[in-house]
């Protein structure tokens, strides 16, 4: 006995510390999971029930993930299920604690079923709600969220079930509503473990698209069990996230999935989604007629009115009989041109009279008159002072020659002394004395 003891502490304390040269003998290596395993606490689990099998006092059964591919085998002793209300069997939903084993001789693990429930369709219902109001309260149901669909959609993403009722039932109405809709369909898992990320998928790929004006995700009748996915967190939270407005159309109408409360807008079923996303074009034609129907009236109304005022407008004096304004502003004009006349005529001839007055006036004054009348300008000729008017008889002293000018012309002569008297003598005539022609003369007065 003290041999092994021996060789065993000389084996490495640790996993780490073996090597090629110094390895763990496999006994080793499961004694060390198993008291490893052993130490691992129960743990509740759910899961759905895929395999039972019973043998006698054990019963073996397989549990697969509700939301996931991931299955793990377990068993269960005979007693356990005995106590049971109902009767397990494939496809039923459970909770069990499961106690972690390791058999040490076959190496296998081991999934001991210490306690098993099954799950009812209450407690999926109060799961449901208690997840709702937990949505609910993030805000995710809001109604400002809710985006409006589009009127008319140019093309629809279809997310439903291979070859399923939904889909056809989606397809039919809307094409007999609207025959020119185009629809791009995912056909994915509706229920199962796959649903949630076949859906989600969908819905990302369909979201991302630009030409995808809105997205239906429609499913027909099920049991809770089988519409569970469509009350999934994730694919709830990734139908907020969207930017497309997305339609649900799960069901019947008394199924209220969590999706309907996250969609914008929920149809009672695939039938109903179909009407609700295009119109249809029987109603839009006789509406269209009937706006052009209304449309007419109103304007043929609008055109008797305006008739009725045009005709009320040409009925008036000015417009029955429009040149009598045109007439009254031509006498008028006549008529101030007449007086304009008359004014400018009387101007002119009041002007022309005193021209002739002021003309007469100058020449009654002029020096010419004053010749004519017999007076004549004597002027002394030659010296410093030539040219200059005989005022004063000093001045011709010395017998001056004189230049003497009449109404008829100039003449010349010499002055000689003057007289004693106020009345001068009567001058001689001389040999110089030269009288110029009358022509000569009266130009040279006229100048």
Do not use: C
Not at 33 to 45: E, F, N, S
Not at 139 to 162: C, N, S, V
């Amino acid at each position: 006995m003290s041999e092994p003891q021996d060789s065993l502490a000389a084996l490495p304390a640790t996993a780490g510390e073996t090597s090629p040269d110094n390895p763990w003998p496999l006994r080793l290596l499961s004694e060390k999971l198993k008291a490893h395993i052993d130490r691992t606490p129960m743990a509740w689990v759910e899961g759905q029930i895929i395999e039972l099998n019973h043998r006698g006092s054990a019963s073996y059964l397989t549990l697969r993930d509700v939301d996931a591919e991931v299955s793990l085998p377990a068993s269960i002793w005979a007693n356990n299920l005995n106590r049971l209300d109902t009767t397990l069997e494939r496809g039923s939903r459970v909770v069990a604690q499961l106690k972690p084993e390791f058999w040490l001789k076959t190496g296998r693990l081991n999934m001991s079923v210490r306690d098993i429930r099954p799950v009812g369709l209450g407690d999926l219902l109060a799961r449901i709600e208690r997840l709702r109001q937990a949505l609910a309260a993030e805000g995710l149901f809001a109604d400002e969220l809710k985006k409006p669909l589009p009127y008319l959609p140019h093309r629809i993403g279809l997310i439903t079930g291979r070859d399923s009722d939904a889909k056809k039932d989606v397809l039919r109405n809307a094409a007999l509503r609207w025959p020119a809709v185009e629809f791009d369909v995912r056909e994915v898992a509706v229920q199962g473990v796959t649903a949630v990320g076949q859906v989600t998928a969908a819905l990302l790929d369909l979201d991302a698209d630009p030409d995808v004006d809105v997205i239906v995700i429609a499913r027909g009748g099920g049991s809770l069990e089988d519409l569970l996915p469509f009350s999934n967190e994730d694919l709830i939270r990734a139908v907020s996230r969207a930017t497309t407005p997305v339609v649900s159309a799960i069901g019947h109408e008394a199924d209220h999935p969590l999706l309907d409360y996250v969609a914008d807008l929920r149809a009672s079923t695939p039938t109903d989604a179909a009407k609700r996303i295009v119109p249809d074009v029987a109603e839009e034609l006789a509406g269209l007629a009937y706006a052009r129907d209304q449309m007419r009236r109103v304007i043929h109304q609008r055109v008797e009115r305006e008739s009725e005022r045009l005709e009320q407008l040409r009925s008036r004096p000015v417009l029955a009989q429009p040149l009598t304004m045109v007439d009254s502003r031509a006498d008028e004009l006549r008529r101030l041109r007449q007086m304009s006349t008359t004014a400018l005529t009387s101007a002119l001839a009041r002007g022309q009279d005193q021209i002739t007055h002021l003309r007469a006036q100058l020449l009654a004054l002029s020096p010419q008159k004053t010749l004519d009348r017999g007076y004549a300008v004597v002027h002394l000729d030659g010296g410093e002072d030539s040219g200059a008017i005989v005022r004063d008889p000093a001045q011709t002293e010395g017998g001056r020659d004189l230049l003497i000018r009449v109404a008829g012309g100039k003449f010349t002569a010499q002055a000689t002394a003057p007289a004693s008297s106020g009345t001068a003598p009567r001058p001689r005539k001389t040999t110089q004395q030269k009288k110029t022609g009358s022509s000569t003369a009266s130009q040279d007065v006229r100048n």
